[in-house]
C-alpha cells in the first residue's frame, strides 16, 4: 500500500498590463491574456476575482510602475 501525497498547486502569478491600442488586460504566464477591459479598475477587479490562496497579482500602471497585491491564505477563525 503506498502512500499519497497531497501538494498543493503551486501559486501564480497574474498581471494586470495596458495594451499600447488602449484597454487593459489580465495575463497569466501559462494561459497569455485571460481577459480584456476597458479600465485599469475592471481589469483589476477581474484580476482580484481570479486569485486563490497565495496567488500573487502584479498591476502595472500606464507607466509601466508596478504595485505587487498577494491573496493571503484563508485561515478558520474559531466562534
Known amino acids: 500500500m503506498s502512500a ?3 501538494h498543493p498547486a503551486p501559486s501564480r502569478c497574474l498581471q494586470v498590463a495596458p495594451r499600447s491600442r488602449g484597454g487593459w488586460v489580465v495575463m497569466s504566464g501559462r494561459a497569455g491574456v485571460v481577459s480584456e477591459h476597458t479600465t485599469a479598475t475592471e481589469a483589476e477587479q477581474a484580476a482580484l476575482a481570479r486569485l486563490r490562496d497565495g496567488d500573487e497579482l ?4 500606464c507607466y509601466h510602475r508596478s504595485h505587487r497585491v498577494r491573496r493571503a491564505a484563508k485561515r478558520s477563525h474559531d466562534a
Open 58 to 61: 502584479i498591476v502595472y500602471d
Open 4 to 6: 499519497r501525497h497531497h
